[in-house]
């Protein structure tokens, strides 16, 4: 695994804590220290940062990189399986073509992680898989946890998906009941397994119940993607019926629902952010509504839900949001160490701290100013990427 110290720098862990000419240790690929002793190790590579900020690589917890390449209906179009309206048995893993542009693009935005999720054409999308932006061959030598949640959504897109007549869902109501009706069948499924097992007799296995099952069981999170309040709403009633850990994805109303939401610990993925108000459900969509949710006290995180908005745009929204009122450690938290809380990958990935991924990133600047650019990335202690004079250098994943 690889060893590099970044010595030097001006070093943002990303969770609130700054260390000026600090050094960043990595060895065996994880970090080994951080701090202000410029002593490194003899035969450890040595970045000089010096007049440049070092970083935690980014976090993007909603994106369908690598899987919805182009448009839709398109070759590279394979975020959403909409033949059925519960697909819960479907992995996101399965779609994500490694070789999508957007994967350098990434790299270029400092973004070293992505959570992929289904598309939000069915009540039930399927589950979703964190990993790294470069360094394998294929997706399995990049994932970080598969699976990681399952995709739900509520509101216009799910309703208009199917277009037989008489086919559920066409409304609100019979969103909602496809999938009170698929978690009802996943509980029953599990109390049936539970019992062939301590019998000794053999058991069918259903993939989407037993996908479902673990959602029930708090394995998995309950990736809801949700717009308006009242959807909000309907969300927390079936988490409470179910007994859900429930993530809110996108949430342009759910300011209205703040308190309600930070009492009960329920995060949102906002965003994105730089985003038309292009349907109705986000006629009320404003980076503002992201500052009085933090102001609340809920967690939060930003997302491009790319490719809607670029994936090396992550940063460009977390410095709209510190704009428009949030601090910035909540900006950086946003798309690092709170982003990967989020998602549960807060032990691997998302600050500079001892025992997490070498996933390091350097800046010209701060990365909140729009002049500051990426000079190198490393994966796992790894170098991925180098801009040196205008000329990006992406490391060869294929070992040539």
């Not at 519960?86 to 994500?96: L, N």
């Not at 040196?388 to 994943?397: I, Q, T």
């Amino acid at each position: 695994m690889a060893e590099v110290a970044f010595v030097g720098g001006r070093v943002v862990t990303g969770t609130g804590r700054i260390v000026d000419r600090g050094t960043v240790l990595v060895r065996n690929g994880v970090i080994e220290r951080v701090d202000d002793d410029p002593y490194v190790p003899e035969g450890v590579p040595v970045v000089e940062a010096d007049g440049r900020w070092v970083l935690p690589g980014f976090v993007d917890t909603h994106t369908h990189i690598g899987a919805h390449e182009d448009g839709e209906g398109s070759a590279g179009a394979d975020a959403s399986e909409v033949s059925a309206p519960d697909m819960s048995a479907v992995r996101a893993i399965d779609a994500i073509n490694i070789d999508d542009r957007a994967f350098r693009d990434a790299l270029a935005g400092g973004v070293t992680t992505v959570v992929v999720k289904p598309g939000s054409g069915n009540p039930i999308g399927g589950t979703s898989v964190a990993m790294k932006t470069w360094g394998g061959r294929t997706v399995d030598e990049q994932v970080v946890k598969h699976p990681v949640g399952m995709k739900s959504a509520l509101g216009e897109n799910p309703k208009n998906s199917y277009g037989e007549r008489g086919q559920l869902p066409r409304t609100r109501l019979g969103v909602a009941l496809v999938i009170r009706r698929a978690l009802v069948a996943a509980g029953e499924y599990a109390a049936r397994r539970a019992a062939a097992e301590e019998k000794g007799e053999f058991f069918a296995r259903d993939l989407g119940q037993e996908a479902l099952a673990a959602a029930l069981a708090g394995d998995l999170v309950w990736d809801q993607h949700v717009h308006r309040h009242d959807d909000i709403a309907t969300a927390l009633r079936i988490a409470d019926e179910f007994g859900l850990r429930l993530v809110l994805n996108h949430g342009t109303e759910a300011h209205r629902l703040a308190d309600v939401l930070a009492e009960r610990d329920v995060p949102v993925i906002f965003g994105p952010v730089l985003c038309t108000r292009g349907k109705v459900e986000t006629r009320e969509a404003s980076v503002d509504n992201l500052v009085t949710l933090t102001r609340a006290g809920v967690r939060t995180a930003i997302c491009t839900d790319h490719p809607v908005v670029p994936i090396d745009a992550l940063v460009i929204q977390a410095a709209v949001a510190r704009r428009a009122g949030l601090t910035w450690d909540e900006a950086i938290a946003a798309i690092s160490s709170s982003a990967a809380g989020i998602a549960g990958l807060g032990e691997r990935v998302g600050a500079l701290e001892p025992g997490r991924d070498g996933d390091v990133v350097v800046w010209s600047g701060d990365p909140l100013e729009l002049g500051s650019s990426v000079e190198r990335v490393h994966i796992s202690g790894r170098e991925v990427y180098r801009a040196e004079g205008g000329v990006r250098v992406v490391a060869d994943r294929w070992g040539r």
